[in-house]
Protein backbone atom coordinates (compact mmCIF):
# COMPACT_ATOMS: atom_id res chain seq x y z
CA UNK A 1 0.00 0.00 0.00
CA UNK A 2 1.15 3.51 -0.99
CA UNK A 3 1.47 6.39 1.87
CA UNK A 4 2.74 9.87 2.26
CA UNK A 5 4.04 10.97 5.19
CA UNK A 6 4.76 15.25 5.46
CA UNK A 7 7.12 16.38 8.71
CA UNK A 8 5.62 19.39 10.51
CA UNK A 9 1.93 20.31 9.84
CA UNK A 10 3.35 23.61 10.26
CA UNK A 11 7.10 25.56 9.04
CA UNK A 12 8.03 29.27 9.42
CA UNK A 13 10.25 30.96 7.24
CA UNK A 14 11.71 34.84 7.34
CA UNK A 15 11.47 36.30 4.10
CA UNK A 16 14.36 35.50 1.50
CA UNK A 17 15.15 32.25 3.96
CA UNK A 18 15.33 28.95 2.54
CA UNK A 19 12.08 26.70 2.20
CA UNK A 20 12.49 23.06 2.87
CA UNK A 21 9.20 20.94 3.06
CA UNK A 22 9.89 17.65 3.78
CA UNK A 23 7.90 13.92 2.37
CA UNK A 24 8.36 10.88 2.32
CA UNK A 25 6.73 7.83 0.88
CA UNK A 26 6.21 4.51 0.98
CA UNK A 27 5.31 2.81 -2.31
CA UNK A 28 5.75 -1.66 -3.63
CA UNK A 29 5.76 -0.09 -7.02
CA UNK A 30 7.75 2.78 -8.53
CA UNK A 31 6.64 6.02 -7.62
CA UNK A 32 5.15 9.10 -9.49
CA UNK A 33 5.40 11.76 -6.87
CA UNK A 34 3.87 15.55 -7.03
CA UNK A 35 3.35 18.47 -4.82
CA UNK A 36 0.31 20.84 -5.05
CA UNK A 37 -0.09 24.02 -3.37
CA UNK A 38 -3.35 25.65 -1.79
CA UNK A 39 -3.84 29.20 -1.55
CA UNK A 40 -6.74 30.54 1.25
CA UNK A 41 -10.36 29.90 -0.29
CA UNK A 42 -8.68 27.86 -3.66
CA UNK A 43 -8.60 24.30 -4.31
CA UNK A 44 -4.94 22.27 -5.34
CA UNK A 45 -2.86 23.80 -7.82
CA UNK A 46 0.17 21.40 -9.28
CA UNK A 47 3.14 23.01 -8.38
CA UNK A 48 5.62 19.68 -9.76
CA UNK A 49 5.65 16.38 -10.45
CA UNK A 50 8.21 13.75 -10.95
CA UNK A 51 7.67 10.66 -13.10
CA UNK A 52 11.27 8.89 -13.21
CA UNK A 53 12.67 11.32 -16.06
CA UNK A 54 14.84 13.38 -13.81
CA UNK A 55 15.59 12.86 -9.70
CA UNK A 56 15.67 16.75 -9.57
CA UNK A 57 12.48 18.75 -10.48
CA UNK A 58 11.91 22.12 -11.09
CA UNK A 59 8.23 23.51 -10.68
CA UNK A 60 6.30 26.75 -10.51
CA UNK A 61 7.35 29.90 -8.73
CA UNK A 62 10.82 28.86 -8.10
CA UNK A 63 10.41 25.47 -6.22
CA UNK A 64 11.94 22.04 -6.50
CA UNK A 65 12.51 18.80 -5.82
CA UNK A 66 14.78 15.67 -5.63
CA UNK A 67 13.72 12.05 -5.85
CA UNK A 68 15.79 10.76 -3.13
CA UNK A 69 15.20 6.48 -3.99
CA UNK A 70 17.79 5.32 -1.14
CA UNK A 71 15.66 7.68 1.74
CA UNK A 72 12.54 7.21 -0.26
CA UNK A 73 12.23 11.39 0.08
CA UNK A 74 11.05 14.24 -2.20
CA UNK A 75 11.31 17.48 -0.19
CA UNK A 76 10.85 20.43 -1.51
CA UNK A 77 12.68 23.20 -1.48
CA UNK A 78 13.00 27.10 -2.48
CA UNK A 79 16.24 29.04 -2.13
CA UNK A 80 14.31 32.18 -0.96
CA UNK A 81 11.02 32.72 0.89
CA UNK A 82 8.67 35.30 -0.24
CA UNK A 83 5.61 36.35 1.22
CA UNK A 84 3.56 34.97 -1.33
CA UNK A 85 4.42 31.76 -0.72
CA UNK A 86 2.30 31.40 2.05
CA UNK A 87 0.32 28.79 1.62
CA UNK A 88 -0.51 24.95 2.47
CA UNK A 89 1.23 22.62 0.56
CA UNK A 90 0.45 19.06 -0.13
CA UNK A 91 2.90 16.01 -1.32
CA UNK A 92 1.38 13.03 -3.07
CA UNK A 93 1.92 9.63 -4.74
CA UNK A 94 0.15 7.94 -7.61
CA UNK A 95 0.48 4.28 -8.44
CA UNK A 96 2.60 3.95 -11.23
CA UNK A 97 -0.16 1.67 -13.69
CA UNK A 98 -3.64 2.78 -13.19
CA UNK A 99 -3.22 5.54 -12.16
CA UNK A 100 -6.18 7.59 -10.31
CA UNK A 101 -5.25 6.37 -6.70
CA UNK A 102 -3.91 9.37 -5.58
CA UNK A 103 -2.70 9.60 -1.94
CA UNK A 104 -2.05 12.75 -0.24
CA UNK A 105 -0.14 13.83 3.09
CA UNK A 106 -1.81 15.91 5.69
CA UNK A 107 -0.35 18.85 4.46
CA UNK A 108 2.11 21.13 5.84
CA UNK A 109 1.21 24.63 6.54
CA UNK A 110 4.34 27.45 5.54
CA UNK A 111 4.08 30.55 7.15
CA UNK A 112 6.97 33.49 5.75
CA UNK A 113 7.61 36.40 8.04
CA UNK A 114 8.53 39.89 7.21
CA UNK B 1 -14.88 30.22 -18.05
CA UNK B 2 -11.31 28.35 -17.77
CA UNK B 3 -10.45 25.29 -15.68
CA UNK B 4 -12.51 23.74 -12.74
CA UNK B 5 -15.63 25.53 -11.84
CA UNK B 6 -17.45 24.58 -8.81
CA UNK B 7 -20.69 25.82 -7.34
CA UNK B 8 -21.93 27.07 -4.95
CA UNK B 9 -19.00 28.03 -3.36
CA UNK B 10 -20.67 28.09 0.00
CA UNK B 11 -23.44 25.81 1.45
CA UNK B 12 -25.62 25.73 4.79
CA UNK B 13 -28.03 23.02 5.40
CA UNK B 14 -29.87 21.52 7.82
CA UNK B 15 -29.74 17.54 8.38
CA UNK B 16 -33.13 17.17 6.58
CA UNK B 17 -32.55 18.89 3.10
CA UNK B 18 -31.43 17.62 0.03
CA UNK B 19 -28.88 19.86 -2.01
CA UNK B 20 -26.32 19.06 -4.99
CA UNK B 21 -23.13 20.37 -5.81
CA UNK B 22 -22.12 21.18 -9.27
CA UNK B 23 -18.58 20.53 -11.25
CA UNK B 24 -17.78 21.47 -14.37
CA UNK B 25 -14.69 21.11 -16.17
CA UNK B 26 -13.66 23.28 -19.58
CA UNK B 27 -10.12 21.29 -20.05
CA UNK B 28 -11.21 18.56 -22.43
CA UNK B 29 -10.54 15.55 -19.81
CA UNK B 30 -12.28 12.99 -19.27
CA UNK B 31 -11.56 11.44 -15.87
CA UNK B 32 -13.66 13.63 -12.76
CA UNK B 33 -13.07 12.98 -8.97
CA UNK B 34 -14.81 14.09 -5.81
CA UNK B 35 -12.47 14.30 -2.88
CA UNK B 36 -13.29 15.81 0.71
CA UNK B 37 -11.02 17.92 2.66
CA UNK B 38 -11.75 18.36 6.73
CA UNK B 39 -9.24 20.43 9.17
CA UNK B 40 -6.27 18.39 10.47
CA UNK B 41 -7.52 15.27 7.88
CA UNK B 42 -5.13 14.30 4.78
CA UNK B 43 -7.58 14.82 1.44
CA UNK B 44 -9.98 11.77 1.31
CA UNK B 45 -10.91 10.60 -2.03
CA UNK B 46 -14.60 10.10 -2.64
CA UNK B 47 -15.39 8.88 -6.20
CA UNK B 48 -14.03 8.98 -10.02
CA UNK B 49 -15.11 9.10 -12.36
CA UNK B 50 -13.16 7.52 -15.74
CA UNK B 51 -14.99 8.22 -19.03
CA UNK B 52 -18.36 8.75 -17.77
CA UNK B 53 -18.25 5.55 -15.37
CA UNK B 54 -17.47 4.96 -11.56
CA UNK B 55 -14.56 3.58 -11.27
CA UNK B 56 -13.78 4.28 -7.40
CA UNK B 57 -16.20 4.23 -4.48
CA UNK B 58 -14.26 4.47 -1.32
CA UNK B 59 -16.46 3.38 0.90
CA UNK B 60 -18.56 6.66 1.31
CA UNK B 61 -21.98 6.66 3.06
CA UNK B 62 -24.82 6.59 0.71
CA UNK B 63 -25.89 9.85 1.95
CA UNK B 64 -23.44 11.04 -0.77
CA UNK B 65 -24.83 10.39 -4.32
CA UNK B 66 -22.54 11.01 -7.29
CA UNK B 67 -23.66 11.37 -10.59
CA UNK B 68 -21.32 12.12 -14.05
CA UNK B 69 -23.97 12.60 -16.95
CA UNK B 70 -21.20 13.42 -19.73
CA UNK B 71 -17.16 14.39 -19.17
CA UNK B 72 -17.34 17.46 -18.33
CA UNK B 73 -19.96 17.88 -15.32
CA UNK B 74 -20.00 15.84 -12.48
CA UNK B 75 -22.41 16.10 -9.43
CA UNK B 76 -22.55 15.09 -5.89
CA UNK B 77 -26.33 15.19 -4.61
CA UNK B 78 -26.54 15.27 -0.52
CA UNK B 79 -29.34 13.95 1.57
CA UNK B 80 -30.06 13.47 4.92
CA UNK B 81 -25.86 14.94 6.04
CA UNK B 82 -24.35 14.73 9.38
CA UNK B 83 -22.56 18.02 11.24
CA UNK B 84 -19.42 15.73 11.08
CA UNK B 85 -20.02 16.13 6.87
CA UNK B 86 -19.10 19.90 7.14
CA UNK B 87 -15.81 20.68 4.98
CA UNK B 88 -14.72 21.63 1.99
CA UNK B 89 -15.63 19.36 -0.95
CA UNK B 90 -13.17 19.61 -3.76
CA UNK B 91 -13.86 18.30 -7.84
CA UNK B 92 -10.73 17.59 -9.63
CA UNK B 93 -10.56 16.29 -13.49
CA UNK B 94 -7.43 14.81 -14.93
CA UNK B 95 -6.53 13.13 -18.57
CA UNK B 96 -8.33 9.60 -19.21
CA UNK B 97 -6.80 7.36 -17.10
CA UNK B 98 -4.16 5.04 -18.41
CA UNK B 99 -0.84 3.30 -17.96
CA UNK B 100 0.94 6.68 -16.63
CA UNK B 101 -1.24 8.94 -13.41
CA UNK B 102 -2.00 12.34 -14.73
CA UNK B 103 -1.60 15.40 -12.37
CA UNK B 104 -5.27 16.67 -11.57
CA UNK B 105 -6.72 20.17 -12.09
CA UNK B 106 -8.93 20.85 -9.13
CA UNK B 107 -11.68 23.40 -8.54
CA UNK B 108 -11.90 25.96 -6.08
CA UNK B 109 -14.17 23.66 -3.70
CA UNK B 110 -17.88 23.94 -2.09
CA UNK B 111 -17.70 24.87 1.71
CA UNK B 112 -20.21 23.14 3.46
CA UNK B 113 -22.16 23.75 6.57
CA UNK B 114 -24.12 21.31 7.97
CA UNK B 115 -26.56 22.35 10.67
Known amino acids: AQSVTQLGSHVSVSEGALVLLRCNYSSSVPPYLFWYVQYPNQGLQLLLKYTSAATLVKGINGFEAEFKKSETSFHLTKPSAHMSDAAEYFC????????????FGAGTRLFVKA | ETGVTQTPRHLVMGMTNKKSLKCEQHLGHNAMYWYKQSAKKPLELMFV???????ENNSVPSRFSPECPNSSHLFLHLHTLQPEDSALYLC??????????????FGPGTRLTVL
Open chain 1, 92 to 103: AVSEGTGGFKTI
Open chain 2, 49 to 55: YSLEERV
Open chain 2, 92 to 105: ASSQALGRLPHEQF
